[in-house]
Nanobody, 115 residues
Framework: QVQLVESGGGLVQPGGSLRLSCAAS????????MAWYRQAPGKERELVAS???????NYVDSVKGRFTIFKDNAKSTVYLQMNSLKPEDTAVYYC?????????WGQGTQVTVSS
């Protein structure tokens, strides 16, 4: 069974930074990609950033230039560095892991950007 455990969320002022971490454990075969999604109250869940097994990354337009996704293969961990945070970045952030057989989700971590 694969488990994803997120950490690093919290309360931060506008313009501040946070780094989210997601550690994967269990029997993991053929990782296609890992990603971060977010869901704000009253809004649909959206893909924020993804990174493939080869290291290629993609971002939603609203976070380009502010967020960076990167991974440590040795630690089976993916990170989301979030800079210049805005109130509209407030959401629950979910880590996901995609294999050919299944899409795994973490439990989510709350990020609140407020003064």
């Amino acid at each position: 069974q694969v488990q994803l455990v997120e950490s690093g969320g919290g309360l931060v002022q506008p313009g501040g930074s946070l780094r989210l971490s997601c550690a994967a454990s269990g029997k993991i075969f053929s990782i296609l990609s890992m990603a971060w999604y977010r869901q704000a109250p009253g809004k649909e869940r959206e893909l924020v950033a993804s990174i493939t097994s080869g290291g290629g990354s993609n971002y939603v337009d609203s976070v380009k230039g502010r967020f960076t996704i990167f991974k440590d293969n040795a630690k089976s961990t993916v990170y989301l560095q979030m800079n210049s945070l805005k109130p509209e970045d407030t959401a629950v952030y979910y880590c996901t892991l995609l294999t050919p057989m299944r899409h795994y989700w973490g439990q989510g971590t709350q990020v609140t950007v407020s003064s």
